[in-house]
């Protein structure tokens, strides 16, 4: 069951942020029809909301600044982002992402730091109540260069440096014996991209199709050696005038891993990291509709199997499901760059509140 005063917190606040923003557009458009629209703000500042029963209820905030390389590129925007939780839960962001050169060119980059306090009351099926701190800090680069049509090819590096505590003896030996004891690492790998999405934000059509790996080495400055490869593909079809299908399928494999960087759940509803297993497969699909204006609905539904280390996806303990429904509300019709908000449901009591840029896909 939901939490419900959660709930309703979390619902009347996306509600007054939703309506303030319309009420902002409604103020700001012009009375008299002969003068000239204004040009939308470079500056970007929407609000972060999330719930759910292992790090509680957070509220945070994303800030940008959208500038363009060149009049054919899509804006490029540099920013920040953070966020506090009623569990004390708290995560600083800078980030960057740009184009240039008619969008042949494209990096991403991000540095992280942030203490995560969780509460699992069943951890990785150990029937055990664990709290932990996850204690981290992150960089993360990448570049791609256009090498032909849709394709691109790059490069990309990741270093961080976390570990994992906890105030109770007994969770501290269960976490040792899981091998859940945090880990320093950095890694380099290859990305090979197909993207013939028409737009970057909130794309209405075409393909994104990414394949990429990181071999973490501890002459990179990690503690072990070891490789992830991931596979996503996502396609956006439209279905009508005001309907949009968007559905992914990504893939995650990992060889000679420790525990602490296995594969987790990428469903709305889920806290990564509470189930793990060295390989992931998942499958996820959802319809949005245009309603009126900036706002639209959606509605998704999605399916996860956890497998290797004697795990199987012909055991339905390790299949997990999720569905929801959620809105969108577009803050930069320009950019078409929009917040959205979703409820989830997955398996057991594992459910989610979420308010974000952007959509999940």
Request: proline share 3%; net charge neutral; aromatic share 12%.
């Amino acid at each position: 069951m939901f939490n419900q005063r959660c709930f309703r917190r979390m619902a009347f606040a996306a509600a007054l942020i939703v309506s303030g923003y319309s009420q902002v557009h409604a103020q700001t458009t012009p009375e008299a029809p002969e003068r000239s629209p204004k040009t939308e703000s470079p500056w970007l500042l929407v609000p972060k909301v999330s719930s759910n029963p292992k790090i509680g209820s957070s509220v945070g905030f994303l800030g940008g600044y959208l500038f363009k390389l060149d009049p054919t590129s899509t804006s490029s925007m540099v920013g920040a982002s953070g966020s506090y939780s009623d569990t004390d839960s708290v995560t600083a962001n800078l980030f960057l992402r740009s184009f240039w050169d008619s969008d042949r060119k494209r990096v991403i980059a991000a540095v992280s730091n942030g203490k995560i306090r969780n509460d699992y009351e069943d951890y990785l099926g150990s029937g055990q109540q664990v709290a932990t701190t996850d204690n981290m800090k992150l960089a993360f680069a990448r570049y791609l260069q256009n090498i032909h049509s849709h394709w691109f090819l790059g490069a990309q590096a990741i270093y961080t440096n976390y570990f994992i505590d906890t105030d109770n003896v007994m969770a501290g030996d269960i976490l040792s014996l899981l091998g859940l004891s945090g880990y320093t690492s950095g890694a380099l790998g290859l990305v090979t991209t197909f993207d013939s999405r028409d737009n970057q934000n909130s794309p209405s059509s075409g393909i994104s199709f990414n394949a990429n790996n990181f071999a973490y080495r501890e002459n990179l400055g990690g503690e072990e050696d070891f490789d992830v490869y991931r596979v996503t593909f996502q396609q956006y079809l439209s279905v009508h005038k005001k309907g949009l299908l968007a559905y992914r399928a990504q893939g995650r494999w990992t060889d000679d891993a420790p525990a602490s960087a296995y594969s987790s759940i990428g469903l709305r509803g889920y806290t990564r990291g509470q189930y793990l297993a060295p390989n992931s497969i998942l499958l996820e699909g959802e319809y949005r509709w245009h309603l009126k204006g900036r706002f639209g609905i959606n509605v998704f539904a999605g399916v996860t199997c956890l497998y290797g280390d004697k795990k199987s996806c012909d055991d339905s303990e390790n299949i997990y499901t999720s569905a929801g429904i959620g809105g969108q509300y577009l803050i930069k019709p320009a950019e078409k760059m929009v917040i959205s908000f979703d409820i989830a449901k997955g398996e057991g009591d594992n459910h989610g509140l979420y308010l974000r840029f952007g959509h999940s896909f």
